[in-house]
């Protein structure tokens, strides 16, 4: 894997994270394990 893709990956999840944290939600709602399973499934 190249080292760009994994910076980009970083900065994509950090983003999610913290914008779920600004907005004053919850990360366990962002780290669901059945959703996470039908994203990648699909």
Do not use: C, Y
């Amino acid at each position: 894997m190249d080292f760009l893709t994994i910076i980009g990956l970083v900065v994509a999840f950090g983003g999610i994270f913290l914008g779920q944290l600004l907005e004053g939600g919850k990360l366990s709602s962002v780290l669901q394990l059945t959703a996470f399973i039908i994203v990648i499934g699909g």
